[in-house]
């Protein structure tokens, strides 16, 4: 694992996300705007994995980019996502 970078929640993801996976950052962020959940203070962490972009939030949500480009959302802390 090579670890790559943290940003905030709102603010622009690192150039070098795949755009798939700076996609799915944003509909998750779109998600939580409006919710009564105090996210100011929220991150996320880029992570590398055998090359792969892995983007994980402080509440738990993990972003992957598979071998095939394909992009994955999950929410690590959400027991329905198991």
Do not use: Y
């Amino acid at each position: 694992m090579q670890l790559g970078t943290r940003w905030a929640l709102g603010s622009p993801p690192p150039a070098r996300l795949p755009a798939a996976a700076a996609r799915a950052v944003g509909e998750v962020e779109a998600a939580l705007t409006g919710s009564d959940r105090d996210t100011s203070t929220w991150r996320w962490t880029l992570t590398w994995l055998e090359g792969r972009a892995v983007a994980e939030l402080d509440d738990g949500t993990v972003i992957r980019v598979g071998a095939d480009g394909s992009v994955t959302v999950a929410n690590l802390d959400d027991p329905e996502d198991d």
